[in-house]
């Protein structure tokens, strides 16, 4: 399909947001007003401009207020309509966007506006332009589809048809399902949205919270296939309000743009498909219209993402001295050294299933990194049976390939660039074999008293507040997570939202934290990573006995973040556990949560940029955020008794 | 009244929050439960420290679920309220909040919720504990203080009262009047929250954006009224949850509280006064109760503020060679050169009513505010007919005194440290002339043709977001001004929320600017500023001939922003100005805005950090913010194009 994009979603000047939408290589752009009204050049210029840059410029927006008018304020309108008409003209755009009417003085008169209508579609018609009409959310007397839709049938004019926007119509909870039966060249124009559900004032919701497809909670795979069942054909298009995309980078906010829309057209592909490949011998009218979709229109096709099975390793950027205190830390968290590589400065530990590696190699990837951020996570290994074809999944969705060096005998594994810079490698199912390849055994190094440390139950980011739609939708499209619940945490100095994204097995699983606030340790954390904004905060290990695992790692001298006696009093009287439990976790700084299907133990240890977590994970799938405010205000008072 | 604010509102850690409440010379606290249960101290501890501090832990809050539940799980909140009044006498705490229950168990049986609370009350009273019970506007089955109240006096117990929270009753429209007909010792506590009118979803609205009386849209001067005619002698409490406090530095946030119940306060008593001296000749209940209310209460009573009567001056701080350069900006723009100051390296220059002073004394305020950030506004003068009544108000909203270094002969301003540190001097009426005794003529100094300035329309400032509520209320309290319509405006790289704020009679506006991304142009000019969080960012000034004061200020050299072809052409398009005049103000890069009752016309000449707005005013109240977008967006295309 042809791609577009409106230039409101963009930050920056005119001239900026063209350039961006050229690069993610969008075919159009909607033409927002106000971007040509506060522009520095003229219509023929911009016309220049875009064609230069290989773009069309599909829809000109909005016009407002125009239908439905008492009839002078409606002759006022076509005088102003005729003057945009030669800016459209100048421009080369051939469609205009009229939005259902806000204005007080509108008539609640549907063969008025109708009329009216018609006759702005009589004069677009003298000069070949189009008229698209939109039901707006909060229009005075039309904000439905289906409104809409009839007073376009009434008008009955061939210039004049529906714009359709998943906004609106999701927005209001209105069935979309009536799409279908609306004929596709009577559809002029389709703009997506998604947006996260919030409970506030439509207009304040479209205004501040849109985002692209897939970073939302609408759904668009559903509304899409509907104007497609319609037989529409013409551009897919994104018109995004948000204050976020107003000041991220907007390089970034187009690959976004663009790959939330691959995403979609890939997803609603393979719902046609397996709509197609239904029992043949049945007759089935919906199977044949997916058939005839399919053939009709061209939809994003990128390779299955393969399964993801689990972490396969970790790997940490450092410098000599930091990679002596890491190895000391993890010795004393039980880990093994499990070898050295046979080529760089790299040490590898292991503890059960757990591979972390520690790569102080100068002049590399992790070095860089290093002398960016200081210690930190440069790259997170991930298994699957078929890495070749989750790096190729990747590469369609527009992440960045990412080659290492690689010497002789040494594994190739395909990788690619997670937003904000961490690798990532697909590594095979039997890789924790494979990656012997790599390192030769120390000789030498005695194993370390295993403290019963499993697996990587979890890592949390912390990011900064513009990289978290980003993620959202590079989490969901590169790497096949779904997004679980998003929570609020009040840290001693601001809120963070927290969000966990997994795949179905809940053996990779992601949190993501952003700080609302300025001043809390996340977002301290945040911005020494510059640039990147953000990266790995911390990695949760899991055991299958967390009092036997604490007792362990308290005797090899791990320290862990003190949790309030208070704390335990709470637990004491909010839940019957049983004073002797309690008090064992209290002994141990453990945190305790229940759900209505099992429960979470965990402990935090101090480390340096990063900490770690120990979990205790039973039949319980979220990570513990009730105990976040705690653990958040334990560091605080801890730092603060440091200090004096 | 005992003044008392709960420990949720407050940055930081229990600690931290304490000694900023103290120092704002509170006499209590609300313990917030999840400040304790995070605090690394026992309850003595913290009993000891408050003491220390001299404040009070006149509540425990909150205990939730409680009320109208089945009678299994209310067995086991009795046992977890023991555990709480256990912790309540270890704190000194004498009242527990018991807000009205969210649980989906929750029976909507006010007889069974009676009975419970009274059995409660009963098990608090063992301990000479006393328990309130407050609606939450969320609350499952009660929200209203109305329904509150009949379950209480229900109950009928002693050791059970009523907690009032004035965002709980406001946020749902619900009418306040009811109030006053409560008894005043059934009332045991008294919340007092604000916030902004927004629609959104009610917990949402709560749990982020209240704020302190005279910073939001409530009309809490009635609410308190009731409240204090029902015969309530209890604490004035302030309970704010608010996403930006949670990470301003806290001893702001403390003195913000402060003055928002001493404003509060003072508006209830000057109310009653007036009821009081109502004729006494004819019998009034109202009066009455007035009287009786002002003998029974303290209130606070400040010096009333006097009217101000306009801008008096504006000065810079500078060093020598920005001295010249921004001397010659104001020759250019028609001042001339009045005279150096007698003792200081300052300069004075006029131009109708305006005057404007230039400072590059050495060691002075003024130099020290320009190594901050640069040439700045350092101090404005406003004009008033009681500048120490003025000051004197200003100290008991407790506003720091400024004094300057004053040589002989030179006037004596009274002054006070806005927040931020500008200065605010309050200048006799006539204050023209006086400040003539601080300057002597320089002579040979031939005066430039005048612009046709006549006075200062506005002073636009650029505020970090969390000094934007901190400038309400100091505008509110000290100054005296009202504050207007606030909209958000495009800027290429985020929205700009734009406030007015201004006098009765208009002679004094400030606008308040908040950049809501960190890239605008207003953040980086805030950011430049460092800790002060923002200041001037922009100076109206005002013309009865815009056209032909543009003309002259071309003439002189005056470098104004570009205003793009296109505004005017849509102008056109939009209103029926006339071909000529569109064109007119388009060769002079004049914007224009039409309200209902007038037209504003204005320009922006290129400065340094801030810069200089011409304004022509007609019966016209706004500042031009549809203007806004095509200024901003000129003026970064004016940016890049230099760049290139």
């Known amino acids: 399909m042809r791609r577009s994009i409106a230039t409101v979603s963009m930050s920056g000047t005119l001239r900026q947001k063209l350039e961006a939408i050229a690069v993610a290589r969008f075919d159009a752009i909607e033409l927002f007003e106000n971007d040509f009204i506060a522009f520095n050049g003229s219509a023929s210029e911009l016309r220049a401009m875009t064609e230069d840059l290989g773009l069309g410029i599909d829809l000109f927006q909005p016009f407002r207020d125009f239908e439905g008018m ?31 009417n806000t204005s007080p003085l509108a008539l609640d008169d549907a063969a008025r506006s109708a009329a009216q209508l ?19 959310a909060w229009g005075r007397c039309v904000r439905l589809y289906g409104q809409a839709w009839k007073i376009v049938e009434q008008a009955d004019h061939p210039h004049l048809g529906l714009i359709l926007d998943s906004f609106h119509t999701l927005s209001l909870r209105d069935n979309p399902a009536g799409i279908a039966a609306i004929r596709g060249e009577r559809i002029f124009f389709l703009q997506m949205a998604d947006a996260p559900l919030l409970a506030m004032d439509v207009l304040q919701w479209a205004r501040h919270h849109r985002n692209f497809p897939g970073q939302g909670q609408f759904d668009l795979e559903n509304f899409f296939l509907q104007v497609l069942l319609a037989g529409y054909a013409g551009p897919l298009s994104l018109e995004i309000f948000n204050d976020q995309f107003r000041e991220t980078p907007n390089r970034r906010t187009a690959l976004d743009a663009m790959r939330s829309l691959l995403l979609l057209e890939s997803q609603v592909r393979a719902r046609l498909e397996r709509e197609r490949e239904r029992d043949t011998a049945v007759a089935s009218p919906s199977r044949d219209a997916a058939a005839h979709t399919l053939q009709r229109i061209e939809l994003f ?8 099975e689990g972490f396969s390793f970790l790997e940490f950027g450092v410098d000599d001295d930091n990679a002596e205190a890491l190895g000391t ?63 190729s999944r990747a590469a369609a969705l527009l992440s960045a390939r990412h080659e290492s060096p690689r010497g002789a005998h040494e594994l190739q594994l395909p990788a690619i660039v997670a937003p904000g810079g961490t690798i990532v490698h697909f590594v095979p199912s039997a890789g924790g074999a494979m990656l012997d390849a ?40 590169v790497l096949g997570l779904q997004r679980g619940e998003s929570l609020e945490l009040a840290d001693p100095f601001g809120l963070i939202r927290s969000s966990g994204v997994a795949n179905a097995t809940r053996s990779v699983r ?21 640039r990147a904004g953000g990266g790995v905060q911390h990695i949760a290990l899991g055991t299958r006995d967390i009092f036997a695992t604490m007792e362990r790692l308290r005797g090899n001298g791990v320290r862990f973040v003190p949790i309030s006696a208070n704390y335990y009093d709470d637990l004491l009287a909010r839940l019957d556990l049983g004073e002797a439990a309690v ?17 979470f133990l965990h402990a935090y240890a101090f480390a340096d940029r990063f900490f770690f977590e120990v979990v205790q994970r039973k039949a319980y799938d979220g ?20 200090k004096k």
């Open 583 to 599: 008090r064992r976790m209290q002994s141990l700084d453990i945190l305790y949560d229940r759900s209505p299907t099992g429960e």
């Open 118 to 136: 018609h006759a702005l579609a009589e004069r677009a018609a003298r000069r070949n332009l189009r008229i698209g009409y939109e039901a707006l």
């Open 510 to 530: 992601l949190v993501l934290n952003v700080s609302l606030s300025q001043r809390t340790r996340t977002a301290r954390q945040v911005s020494a990573t510059g």
């Open 70 to 100: 008492p009839d002078d304020a409606f002759q006022k309108s076509l005088d102003r309509a005729e003057r945009k008409f030669d800016l459209m003209e100048a421009l080369g755009a051939p469609l205009m966007l009229v939005c259902s």
């Open 623 to 642: 990570y513990g955020a009730v105990n976040a405010p705690a653990r958040m205000a334990a560091q605080e008072q801890n730092a603060e008794s440091t």
């Open 438 to 477: 790599d390192f030769v055994a120390t000789p030498g190094s005695t194993p370390a008293p295993d403290a019963g440390l499993v697996g990587i139950d979890h890592i949390a980011l912390g990011l900064a507040q513009d990289q978290f739609d980003t993620w959202i939708l590079f989490a969901k499209a």
């Open 301 to 308: 096709d990128p390779p299955r993402g393969p399964a993801l």
């Open 329 to 391: 830390l993890l010795g004393q968290l039980g880990f093994a050294r499990a070898g050295r590589h046979r080529t760089k400065t790299v040490t590898r530990y292991r503890q059960g299933d757990i591979q972390l590696a520690v790569n102080a190699e100068p002049a590399s990837p992790a070095r860089a990194r290093f002398d960016a951020q200081g210690p930190s996570v440069c790259a997170i290994g991930l298994a699957t049976a078929e890495p070749l074809q989750a790096a």
